[in-house]
């Protein structure tokens, strides 16, 4: 995730910052394990049923590509954390996780003819756990070099940063200048790591140090701003946008979208062959239309991108 993760079952009208406590208190943690379940009927979802992929049939050369380790046990079993709105959160129920990681999961176990269980983490435990307690993991994730030293990365999404204060940016921040400024951020994402950066420069300028609040949930990052215990928060653009819509008034884009980048699904290291029918089957749902009909139906079709790579080549 680089930029990537939040908010939960906010998807129910304008939610105020009480709402956005309560939601983060449904939380998420390592050890709940909640089967996901497919919407009923396409044609009248709810903003958190999803698209519906029960249509979707299984691709018997696709399929075939799977190493025992993977499909044996009929199950894709896919590490996400559910904090991370419109990507992967849960529903009204506190239960449920929904989003369009989570139907993009949905439609990758049904190409391969699996059941699909999504198992509500922590962002941060995830990667170190694909390839034992995961099949795979697909929660927002940036491709970076560090991710890629850990495990292996098939492309399907593309986002940005987008910084977020309360409206009217009322702590007056200039975000070519955050020394001494209240910043929250998701732990272990991306723009975390730039924070940090930024942070250790205003100490190598000798100027005040950036407040780093590094909160385990987007939720919790973005209560932290509505609540006016920090003055900006970053995160993945899709977030953003989606924590801005849920809060009514309450906050507020500031400046442009920064660095658009590829989001992708993290598969254990140097398995070549699920990460060759993760690949094939994220295209096919791609070339078939199924994949764009996702991110139509979660708005987040400006992120699509048409080819699904391997381990692409990342900038420093």
Known sequence: MSLSKGMKSMAAAAVSAAMLIAVAACGTSDNADTASTSGSDSSSKSSTQGFDTSSIKKDDAIAALLPDSVAGDGTLTVGTDTSYAPAEFLAEDGKTPVGFDVDLSKALAAVFGLKE????????SII?????KYDIGISSFTVTKERLDAVDFVTYFKAGSTWVTKKGNPDKVDTSNLCGVKVAVQTGTTQEEEINA????????GKPEIDVQSSKLQTDVTTAVASGK????????????????????TLAALGDDTGVTP???AIKKGDSATAEA???AVQKLMDDGTYKKILDT?????????????NP???E
């Open 117 to 124: 269980k999504t198992v509500s983490s922590t962002f941060d």
């Open 128 to 132: 170190p756990s694909v390839g034992s």
């Open 198 to 205: 930024a942070n250790d420069q205003c100490k190598a300028d």
């Open 230 to 249: 920090a003055s900006i928060f970053y995160a993945d653009s899709p977030v953003a946008g989606y924590a801005i819509e849920q809060t009514g008034d």
């Open 263 to 265: 989001e992708a699904v």
């Open 278 to 280: 993760v690949q094939k």
């Open 298 to 310: 979660w708005g987040v079709s400006s992120g699509a991108v048409d080819k699904a790579e391997i």
């Open 313 to 315: 080549a990342v900038s």
